[in-house]
């Protein structure tokens, strides 16, 4: 007894041989015999833990599944966008919570800058309706096809219009330089369009201040897509030995804030942004990341609403009913509407009700 005592209560090596030649004066046992005792209890208590500690994570995979049952496209989305949503997803391995934090972000994108909701009235606590999500997932899970069913598709009609304009714009201008008779110079008249794009991958700070100066003029926000998202993290500050502030610039977009950017190559300002981002990443990476930046010392990590692939990837079909493959094509084609409606829709300012207040001030 007095040996399991003193091994739950965690006692160091030095102790414990003291322990034992105590009990060896006191009883007619040998040393050997009680340290074989006391090695044996150490065994059972390390057992114990790891017993304890599975069954922790056990229980934590089952309260996890559950609240994933329970949040359902149905439960997250109206009915219609639900439906199309599954039926666009129905053979990728994605859960309705991954398919959210995809989907989310891309409309997010396409509101109108001003777009807000008031989380809690009495505080005054307002935020842009900016979203930062993404999927974590093993290599191999069917990530880039996810990506197009539910970010790329909805908004395909848009960015051709959008590249469509990027032209137009661009051959007027082209246009206007043109010498109109002699002695006209031909320097540019006029400085040269900044395209504008829905969808950004690779894309450096410096680049994305310019982007977001024209978008705000026009109103529009922008979403950041990258198939890697460890490319983001890991690209800032990149061409500055590490030294610019990069991380913070893009912290800063997350309160949709404005910036003002002084070089020798001119000033970039804009008053407002809209800056969603989302895509996928590998649970390894996104552990080593988080490692090396001090456990998200900055909260870049905690601004991003991240869903696990919790389902096993899905052998792809090898045939498809022609009235189903009729849904699925119907469903994408609605869901492009949803996304062209809210592309062409005011700013909004969005008010939580009784109930969704109550729960927000609940996780404060």
């Known amino acids: 007894q007095e040996l399991r005592e003193a091994v739950a209560d965690g006692i160091g090596s030095a102790d414990m041989e003291a322990l034992l030649a105590s009990v060896a004066q006191r009883t007619k046992l040998t040393p050997y015999t009680l340290r074989q005792m006391a090695e044996a209890l150490q065994a059972e208590g390390q057992g114990a833990e790891r017993i304890a500690a599975e069954a922790e994570r056990l229980q934590t995979r089952i309260d996890q599944q559950q609240a994933g049952q329970a949040l359902t496209l149905g439960y997250l989305f109206a009915a219609p966008i639900a ?43 307002t935020v842009p309706l900016n979203c930062w999500g993404g999927i974590v997932a093993k290599s191999g899970q069917k990530k880039t096809p996810l990506l197009g069913k539910v970010v790329r598709d909805p908004t395909a009609t848009i960015r051709q219009e959008l590249a469509e304009g990027n032209r137009r714009d661009h051959q007027q201008w082209q246009e206007a330089q043109k010498p109109r008779g002699k002695g ?36 529009r926000g922008v979403l950041v897509l990258r198939d890697e998202l460890a490319g983001l993290f890991s690209g800032l500050d990149q ?11 893009l912290l800063e977009l997350f309160d949709g804030g404005s910036h003002t950017s002084l070089r020798l190559s001119g000033a970039r300002e804009f008053r407002d942004s809209l800056v969603s981002i989302t895509g996928c990443i590998q649970p390894e990476v996104l552990a080593r990341l988080v490692n090396a930046s001090t456990g998200d010392a900055d909260g870049r990590y905690a601004r991003f ?37 809210i592309h062409c829709a005011p700013p909004v300012h969005l008010q939580l009700g009784p109930e969704a207040l109550e729960l927000f001030a609940q996780s404060e």
């Open 184 to 219: 006209d110079k031909t320097e540019p008249k006029t400085p040269q369009p900044q395209p504008v794009h829905l969808h950004v991958g690779d894309v450096t700070a410096e680049a994305l201040a310019a982007l977001l100066v024209t978008l705000a003029e026009r109103g």
């Open 239 to 249: 061409y500055k030995g590490g030294r610019g502030n990069d991380g913070q610039f």
């Open 305 to 341: 609403l991240l869903a696990p692939l919790t389902q096993a990837p899905k052998p792809l079909p090898v045939a498809i009913d022609p009235e189903e493959q009729k849904a699925i094509d119907c469903a994408g084609q609605y869901l492009q509407e949803v996304a062209d409606s």
């Open 83 to 125: 439906e199309a949503l599954e039926l666009r997803t129905r053979y990728l391995p994605a859960d309705p919570c991954a398919v959210a934090a995809l989907f989310l972000p891309s409309i997010a994108s396409l509101q109108k800058i001003g777009s807000r909701i008031t989380g809690s009235p009495a505080s005054g606590f």
